[in-house]
């Protein structure tokens, strides 16, 4: 699936002072990241604070990335949690139309075993008309989808395409290289590792940074696929402390603070999420004006 090499990036939903969504704001970073060499879109995942957005406002995000996307990069759906039946009647109600592939996350809060997991995405997998990315991030859902699980998984279903490995393992993600099927994709979720991940044979990134620094952060995993791996570390250290930054209280607290800073979204979260410290948007800030 080459239309999954490279950067994908995890569209933040930007907020009005009232907590409403900035559909304004959203289709100006679809345009900025389209701009520069973005390669694919995911809508509502976790830095989209989907959680919290209603039906309805989950349908009208859709509506407004479609417009603006205007077919020109591939797009991406997050539909996951920890009830599978829902999971499936949530694919089989949503128009899927224009969209290339589904995002969906290992069960969070409820811990099922390895062979639950299978099972979750089997029935999943059976389910669904589109391509699926599976999503491992053990530091939000408390259990961790092995790597025998994963490639158990990219064996038994075609339509099982990608893992994003976002659990910060180094050896998770190396015995998922080593082992993989050849055409699994093996796509990093986390922003300070996805250099590494590509250099090391992954497809390249879904990013939280690489939306607000598009063409830099698409640049290095250019470079990254292409084995030039000294130019590419030179755009991951200056990527470096803004990178460790959006991340040291909550995301997309973090990255909202960059847009904020670049004047192209304010840096509003809902509860029981909270909005940048000012330490922080002040580190940022000068992070950000270092990148101009």
């Known amino acids: 699936m080459t239309k999954f090499l490279g950067t994908g990036v995890a569209l933040i939903t930007p907020f009005k002072s009232d907590l409403s969504i900035d559909h304004h704001a959203l289709a100006n970073i679809v345009n900025f990241n389209i701009d520069n060499g973005t390669e694919y879109l995911v809508i509502c995942g976790t830095t989209a604070e989907s959680v919290t957005l209603t039906k309805q406002e989950k349908k009208d995000v859709i509506a407004t990335i479609k417009k603006a996307n205007d077919g020109r990069l591939p797009l991406v759906l997050g539909i996951g949690g920890n009830n599978t039946a829902e999971i499936i009647e949530e694919i089989k109600t949503t128009d899927l139309s224009d969209l290339d592939a589904i995002l969906s996350v290992s069960p969070y809060y409820t811990k099922p075993t390895q062979e639950g997991i299978y099972q979750h995405f089997k029935a999943i997998s059976e389910a669904s008309p589109k391509p699926i990315i599976l999503y491992n991030v053990p530091g939000r859902t408390s259990s961790n989808m092995l790597p025998a699980t994963t490639l158990r998984l990219a064996n038994d279903f075609k339509n099982i395409i990608a893992i994003k490995e976002a659990g910060n393992n180094v050896a998770q993600y ?13 796509i ?54 803004v990178t460790a930054q959006i991340f040291e209280e909550n995301n997309p607290a973090g990255i909202k603070a960059v847009f904020e800073a670049l004047g192209m979204a304010q840096d509003t979260v809902r509860l029981p999420l909270v909005v940048a410290s000012d330490a922080l948007k002040e580190k940022i800030k000068r992070s950000v004006g270092l990148l101009k």
């Open 174 to 186: 190396l015995q998922l290289l080593k082992n993989k099927p050849d055409d699994f994709l093996i």
């Open 188 to 241: 990093s979720g986390d922003d300070d590792l996805a250099l590494g991940v590509v250099l090391a044979g992954g497809a390249g990134v879904i990013s939280v940074l690489g939306q607000a620094v598009p063409k830099d952060f698409s640049n290095m995993i250019r470079l990254g696929l292409e084995g030039k791996a000294k130019e590419a570390y030179k755009l991951h250290f200056k990527l470096m402390d």
